[in-house]
């Protein structure tokens, strides 16, 4: 039986026999999801408004609560509830005697059906949800995390074996897990789940195009990129030395096939190009590898994006693009989510992230920073881009009808944990 058989099986005998109902009868379920990893990237924002989406979309009875990392912000949540009003947000971890370290969690864990770890770079919270499993009992799974430890670490290993399911974003992930013996009945492969956000502000997305003489449909966005995020710029932690030096290493030969693709667009084309960030360190990458680089025919029609933007106005911005490209992957999983072409460059530094590319049908929107061939390619196709943007919005929004697909199915497997 091949994966999407599998998947789509709602009553193959063996999950059947695994599994049983979470939630009481007639009672709605209650999920409790583990979730919000860092503020500072509007992608990483991204992956809990996707769930909580894919949640209200495929289990639309289920109450909901998110157990959210100690960072969450008061502005971030305000923008959570204006798209999810009735959500209650803790804070806090279990502690080796059982005992959560707060009482709004205390409640939170005595409530909850079921725990699901929501989509990541990793198994995040795999600390959080081994202490859920050995002091509250309940069942878990795990939806739509990247996976490179080889051999998993002790907790990873508790997490892993102890859920109902496993599903990983990208396939070389998946890969590495089936050699390692995982016990959980379902490992397999879903997408992030920021695919489904769809927050949105469009009141500032409009004024800033507007104040920008930036026409819907008629500019591309770039995001840039160094081989390592410098997080010691906008975190209290000290300056990685050797992250560094590899940063001013490779940062002008990594931006040299962006500038081609914004030249190439600019002089070739009608579209402009804005410039915008991903994570708080981007605005200054922006200005200092591609803006003041630009020559003096094309830096008119290149904007550039100086202050730092939360996921709901980025995303109402990318809808209103032709397309995206660049060094990132959330702000192209957001686009591609809402059927907006992106074109996405990845290195060795990176996560194996990318290889979702290959799955949904973009592997020719996949380009390897560390392969001189590849690198040739990006210009050309962020040409192509802006030149037939229906051609591209067609192959979008193919591509988004896969992810959804992926999407109905394995949410049927959550959906199936209250059966």
Known sequence: ????????????????TA????????????????????????????????????????LPKAEVRLWASGDLSEEVIAMEHRRFPQLQIVKGSIGANGKASKPE????????????HGSGPSLVAARDVAAFAKHVGKPYGVYGITHGTNPPTADERTVFDGARFVFFRDELSLKLARTQNLKSPIVDFAPDGAFACDLRNDTAADAFLAAHDLTP??????????????????RNSPKDETRHARNEAMKVADHAPLLEAINAVVRETKMKILLCPEDKTQ?????EQLYDHLP?????????????????????????????????????????????PAIVCRWAE?????????????????FNMDVEADKKKVAPAVLAMAKDPAAARAKAEKARAIVERYQRDTMAVVARQFA
Not at 217 to 234: A, D, E, N, S, V
Not at 309 to 337: K, N
């Open 296 to 340: 003096a025919d094309v830096k008119p029609r290149v904007v550039w994006r100086e202050k730092f933007w939360l996921t709901d106005e980025a995303l109402s911005t990318y809808v209103r693009s032709a397309g995206l490209f660049g060094h990132e992957q959330h702000s192209p999983i957001m686009c591609i989510g809402a059927g907006i």
């Open 350 to 366: 990176q996560t194996t992230k990318g290889d979702m590319w290959r799955t949904i049908g973009l592997g020719d929107w996949l």
């Open 105 to 116: 969690l205390a409640d939170a864990l005595a409530w909850t059906d079921f725990l699901l």
């Open 19 to 58: 599994l049983r109902a979470a939630a009481p009868a007639g009672r709605a379920p209650r999920i409790l999801l583990r979730s919000s990893w860092q503020i500072v990237n509007i992608g990483d924002i991204a992956h809990t408004p996707g769930v909580l989406t894919l949640i209200e979309r495929h």
């Open 283 to 287: 605005m200054t990458v922006n200005k």
């Open 1 to 16: 039986m091949n994966r999407r058989t599998f998947l789509a099986s709602a009553s193959a005998a063996a999950l059947v």
């Open 217 to 234: 449909g008629q500019f591309l966005c770039c995001i840039p990129k160094l081989r390592f995020t410098p997080y010691w710029l906008i």
